[in-house]
């Protein structure tokens, strides 16, 4: 039972028929009781599960680094959620039941500034991955003093390593190391950059992947 605090022209608080009351933040609200779902397993929503899950999966490991990627793509939402919207609309690959994100397609940043040239890693040395990428600071917005970003994905342990603001643009090499624990898992590995004053991004750009060997 709702009660009216206010009388009649008031805000109430509690059930009124399919209508509940409240306040938030000193704002007096109504919504509508949710509607009871009689089926919840229905075929569509056992797809929409799946899409969802496929791409949480890709993107929780990320979610400290999405923060930093999709900040300026965070308008009413967290950058998470745009994250997974974009990745869900754009990276989703598979058929029900069986979706997975394809990683080429996969972006963990996004924005404006000119991407990475002609990226590429490798892993010689153990516990370490080795990017490069060719200087192309003279493209339009692009920088000499961009920095870098780099994503180690680890799908297999769920964790993702990554180095935000690191070398310059026209620098063209960065290492990044780590967890022997990594070894004898295969990695995805994202570069990406963005300005000096951390507020324009690029497009991340896939590399590929690198499999972690002694």
Not at 37 to 44: L, R, Y
Not at 146 to 161: F, H, M, S, W, Y
């Amino acid at each position: 039972m709702g009660t009216i605090k206010q009388g009649i022209l008031g805000g109430f608080s509690g059930k009124v028929g399919t209508v509940i009351g409240g306040k938030w933040k000193g704002i007096d609200y109504m919504r509508s009781k949710a509607a009871s779902v009689s089926n919840p397993k229905t075929e569509a929503q056992l797809d929409q599960r799946a899409r969802f899950g496929a791409a949480l999966k890709f993107l929780q490991p990320l979610t400290s680094f999405l923060r930093v990627g999709f900040k300026n793509y965070a308008v009413k939402m967290t950058a998470f959620n745009s994250a997974m919207s974009y990745n869900l609309n754009n990276a989703l690959a598979g058929a029900f039941p069986e979706y997975f994100i394809d990683y080429a397609s996969a972006l963990v940043s996004r924005g404006s500034l000119p991407g990475a040239l002609n990226p590429q890693v490798q892993s010689t040395i153990p516990n370490q991955i080795d990017f490069t990428w060719q200087d192309n600071s003279q493209d339009s917005t692009a920088s000499p003093n961009d920095r870098v970003l780099l994503v180690v994905l680890n799908p297999a342990k769920q964790k993702a390593i990554s180095i935000i603001g690191g070398n310059e643009r026209n620098f063209g090499q960065q290492s990044i190391e780590v967890p022997s624990t990594f070894m004898g898992d295969e990695v995805h590995c994202y570069i990406a950059f963005q300005n000096v004053n951390q507020s324009v991004l690029s497009n991340s750009v896939y590399v590929g992947s690198v499999g972690m060997v002694d």
